[in-house]
């Protein structure tokens, strides 16, 4: 399917666009709003600023796509494979993004509030800067993901796996990181307050200068982690 047949049947008021070719396409500011894209094929299209407001993109091929401030709200990405794909400043709040292949992203200053993550892999993803507040990372892989000032304000990170992943200057207040794999992590300043970090790996982890008052650190692993000037922490 051509870009120019895609846009003409959306036109039309056709909306079911299951498995279409658009490998490389040039979608730029395309209105594709509810659009059904399930499987299609979009591996290297440009779709920047693109309206993809509640479309259905579960399963689809997105690695390399350019996706810099796609408007992607409640949209359906639900095992897509957006390796290396820029979505940069992109709006994904409360999109579904359980279990889609994001290593190597770009997510920088994008918008991923009350989206879902769960068992999503975030290898290596650049997501500084990023605003995942209240989103469900449940058993996600964030293995050396950058999460450098973050916002991860109550958002579920239960069981997810961010050995590596520098989180500086994050806040995690109120997070749910508990059983979470943060061993060697960078959480240089971040902001634990409240944070659930209950039978959590820290071992390795840098949390010089992060703020855990009222954090939950029941049965946590802390060998071998740097506290230097931790806040709110007594090592009993």
Do not use: C, H, P, W
């Amino acid at each position: 399917m051509t870009k120019e047949e895609l846009l003409q049947q959306y036109a039309e008021g056709n909306r079911d666009f299951i498995g279409a070719n658009l490998t490389g396409a040039n979608l730029t500011g395309a209105n594709l709003i509810g659009a059904n894209l399930i499987g299609a094929n979009l591996i290297g299209a440009d779709l920047s600023g693109a309206g993809l407001y509640e479309a259905d993109l579960s399963g689809a091929l997105l690695s390399g796509a350019n996706l810099y401030e796609a408007n992607l709200t409640a949209a359906n990405l639900s095992g897509a494979d957006l390796y290396e794909a820029d979505l940069y400043e992109a709006d994904l709040s409360g999109a579904k993004l359980s279990g889609a292949n994001l290593s190597g992203a770009g997510f920088s200053g994008a918008n991923l509030s009350a989206a879902n993550l769960s068992r999503a892999n975030l290898t290596a993803a650049k997501l500084y800067g990023a605003n995942l507040t209240g989103a469900n990372l449940t058993g996600a892989n964030l293995t050396g993901a950058n999460l450098t000032g973050a916002g991860l304000y109550e958002a579920e990170l239960s069981g997810a796996d961010l050995s590596r992943a520098n989180l500086s200057g994050a806040g995690l207040s109120g997070a749910n990181l508990s059983a979470a794999n943060l061993s060697g992590a960078n959480l240089t300043g971040a902001n634990l307050i409240r944070a659930n970090l209950s039978r959590a790996d820290l071992s390795g982890a840098d949390l010089s200068g992060a703020d855990l008052t009222a954090a939950n650190l029941f049965k946590a692993n802390l060998s071998g982690a740097n506290l230097t000037r931790v806040i709110g922490y007594k090592n009993d």
